[in-house]
């Protein structure tokens, strides 16, 4: 009798263990046109995370991940976020008083782009195309702040000093995936087994293998 309740107790132990481990890509199921959020658990507890919608990936990252009592925890990688905006800013002489910006802005392959210029705080917008793509702006001593915004591209952020006029050349890249950097993501897994796990009652909270 103490044997047979050793093994049911092993069998137990074994069967607990088995619905808990979590290995291969789980996705979400989209709902309309939702984002899909994927996590890949790898060897060593390692995962990759992602999210994609129909404007495609929108965040990426990765790290650890730990499975405890239905648990399951997301640890994120510390990772900078890259840019691939390329900046040239040349001081420009002239006779005049007045200081004068002429931006030159460009896609990857060196096509001309429509951006809006905008100065902080106060949010003062200048539209920028080729046939239009010179300001003047207020001498001053200080160093400002300007956002460069073009649909579909990745926002640049520079400082400008109002001491002089500048020729402002930008190579702008499009929009890439937010990496995700030292975040925490936990859930209280509702459900759990080796085609999908349920961090919640709703339909979206599921998480079904595509991949082993």
Same mark, same amino acid.
Request: charged letters at 30%; a positive charge.
């Given at each position: 009798?103490?044997?047979?309740?050793?093994?049911?107790?092993? !069998?137990?132990?074994?069967?607990?263990?088995?619905?808990?481990?979590?290995?291969?890509?789980?996705?979400?199921?989209?709902?309309?046109?939702?984002?899909?959020?994927?996590?890949?658990?790898?060897?060593?507890?390692?995962?990759?995370?992602?999210?994609?919608?129909? !404007?495609?990936?929108?965040?990426?990252?990765?790290?650890?991940?730990? !499975?405890?009592?239905?648990?399951?925890?997301?640890?994120?990688?510390?990772?900078?976020?890259?840019?691939?905006?390329?900046?040239?800013?040349?001081?420009?002489?002239?006779?005049?008083?007045?200081?004068?910006?002429?931006?030159?802005?460009?896609?990857?392959?060196?096509?001309?782009?429509?951006?809006? &210029?905008?100065?902080?705080?106060?949010?003062?917008?200048?539209?920028?195309?080729?046939?239009?793509?010179?300001?003047?702006?207020?001498?001053?001593?200080?160093?400002?702040?300007?956002?460069?915004?073009?649909?579909?591209?990745?926002?640049?952020?520079?400082?400008?000093?109002?001491?002089?006029?500048?020729?402002?050349?930008?190579?702008?890249?499009?929009?890439?995936?937010?990496?995700?950097?030292?975040? &925490?993501?936990?859930?209280?897994?509702?459900?759990?087994?080796?085609?999908?796990?349920?961090?919640?009652?709703?339909?979206?909270?599921?998480? +079904?293998?595509?991949? +082993?």
């Amino acid at each position: 009798m103490k044997k047979i309740l050793q093994i049911t107790i092993l !069998l137990i132990s074994i069967l607990t263990f088995s619905q808990e481990k979590l290995s291969g890509k789980y996705c979400s199921i989209p709902i309309g046109e939702s984002d899909v959020a994927c996590i890949d658990f790898k060897e060593n507890n390692q995962f990759e995370y992602s999210v994609a919608g129909c !404007l495609g990936t929108s965040h990426i990252g990765t790290g650890i991940f730990e !499975l405890k009592n239905k648990t399951l925890r997301l640890t994120f990688d510390k990772k900078e976020q890259p840019t691939r905006n390329i900046v040239n800013i040349k001081e420009v002489k002239s006779n005049s008083e007045n200081i004068k910006f002429k931006f030159v802005i460009k896609d990857e392959n060196g096509f001309s782009l429509y951006a809006n &210029v905008v100065e902080q705080p106060n949010i003062k917008g200048f539209e920028i195309y080729k046939e239009k793509n010179t300001i003047e702006v207020e001498k001053k001593d200080s160093k400002v702040k300007y956002h460069i915004f073009s649909l579909g591209y990745e926002i640049v952020e520079l400082e400008l000093e109002h001491n002089s006029s500048k020729l402002i050349e930008i190579t702008m890249f499009p929009v890439q995936a937010k990496v995700i950097s030292e975040k &925490v993501f936990e859930w209280n897994l509702t459900e759990i087994n080796d085609g999908e796990f349920k961090t919640g009652p709703k339909i979206w909270n599921t998480y +079904r293998k595509i991949k +082993r």
